[in-house]
């Protein structure tokens, strides 16, 4: 997947950035049992070990059963991270997503943006389309935004 994303990804990336939900864990998107496998491939750490990513597969919607797991700080007074899902919308998750090519950067004024590439099923054209997830997490606030593009 990965190879066919990245030049596609970056024919993308100068469009138009389009929001997607962000929600707190709770529901079926951040059940354990759905991390993707391999656990190893899709997991990541970034800042030092505080924030951790999890591709989530909850394999229903087929189109649509990807979400991005966000564990960050601030930590709560027995030292548990927030958490939060990152999908298309309450229900619908991403067609695909990979985080062997994720990236990220720190804007001190914003937080760290985690980007990776992933995959859209559009309902209009009957298909799929390859864009960029951008999430960013705000350590200080644990406030996490999120759009894809």
């Given at each position: 997947?990965?190879?066919?994303?990245?030049?596609?990804?970056?024919?993308?990336?100068?469009?138009?950035?389009q929001?997607?939900?962000?929600?707190?864990?709770?529901?079926?998107?951040?059940?354990?049992?759905?991390?993707?496998?391999?656990?190893?491939?899709?997991?990541?750490?970034?800042?030092?070990?505080?924030?951790?990513?999890?591709?989530?597969?909850?394999?229903?919607?087929?189109?649509?059963?990807?979400?991005?797991?966000?564990?960050?700080p601030?930590?709560d007074?027995?030292?548990?991270?927030?958490?939060?899902?990152?999908?298309?919308?309450?229900?619908?998750?991403?067609?695909?997503?990979?985080?062997?090519?994720?990236?990220?950067?720190?804007?001190?004024?914003?937080?760290?943006?985690?980007?990776?590439?992933v995959?859209?099923?559009?309902?209009?054209?009957?298909?799929?389309?390859?864009?960029?997830?951008?999430?960013?997490?705000?350590?200080?606030?644990?406030?996490?935004?999120?759009?894809?593009?």
């Open positions: 997947m990965r190879a066919l994303l990245v030049p596609a990804v970056l024919a993308l990336s100068a469009a138009a950035a929001a997607v939900t962000v929600a707190d864990c709770g529901d079926h998107r951040s059940d354990v049992r759905a991390i993707a496998e391999p656990w190893e491939a899709n997991t990541r750490t970034f800042a030092k070990g505080d924030i951790r990513v999890v591709v989530i597969d909850t394999i229903e919607p087929g189109a649509g059963a990807f979400h991005l797991l966000v564990l960050h601030p930590f007074e027995m030292g548990g991270p927030q958490c939060h899902v990152v999908s298309v919308n309450d229900y619908f998750g991403f067609a695909g997503m990979d985080l062997g090519p994720a990236g990220a950067a720190y804007d001190p004024a914003r937080g760290l943006t985690v980007t990776l590439p995959s859209l099923w559009n309902e209009d054209g009957g298909d799929f389309a390859d864009a960029l997830l951008s999430v960013t997490i705000n350590q200080a606030s644990g406030a996490v935004t999120a759009s894809v593009r």
